[in-house]
């Protein structure tokens, strides 16, 4: 059984970075599309980013597109999010996510199968 844990979220002010990093256990992440989600309260869910198994395509969600950089490793089975430029609107709790799939969609999540506990990310003076 795939098991994702986030880390990195935390306070940021406006115009800073911040790095979120999603470590897997179990099986190795090769043959997993990877994504980053998130949710706002009182907002639906919106797929931020994702990555495909090889890492040879990248998409992200308008709002972040310029400010955000995805990353895997599947020698370390992690996925990681740059985060730069923050704005308050960023502000949410991000989830990473797996599929078994080799190219990744990003939508509202319901094609990932695996999902972390979540980390909260607030930008804020």
């Known amino acids: 059984q795939l098991q994702l844990v986030e880390s990195g979220g935390g306070l940021v002010q406006p115009g800073g970075s911040l790095r979120l990093s999603c470590a897997a256990s179990?099986?190795?992440?090769?043959?997993?599309?990877l994504g980053w989600f998130r949710q706002a309260p009182g907002k639906e869910r919106e797929g931020v980013s994702c990555?495909?198994?090889?890492?040879?395509?990248?998409k992200y969600a308008d709002s972040v597109k310029g400010r955000f950089t995805i990353s895997r490793d599947n020698t370390l089975n992690t996925v990681t999010l740059e985060m730069n430029s923050l704005k308050p609107e960023d502000t949410a709790v991000y989830y990473c996510?797996?599929?078994?799939?080799?190219?990744?969609?990003?939508?509202?999540?319901?094609?990932?199968?695996?999902w972390g506990q979540g980390t909260q990310v607030t930008v804020s003076s």
């Open positions: 996510a797996a599929a078994l799939a080799w190219l990744c969609v990003l939508s509202r999540g319901h094609e990932y199968d695996y």
């Open positions: 179990g099986p190795t992440l090769r043959y997993f599309a």
């Open positions: 990555i495909s198994a090889t890492g040879g395509d990248t």
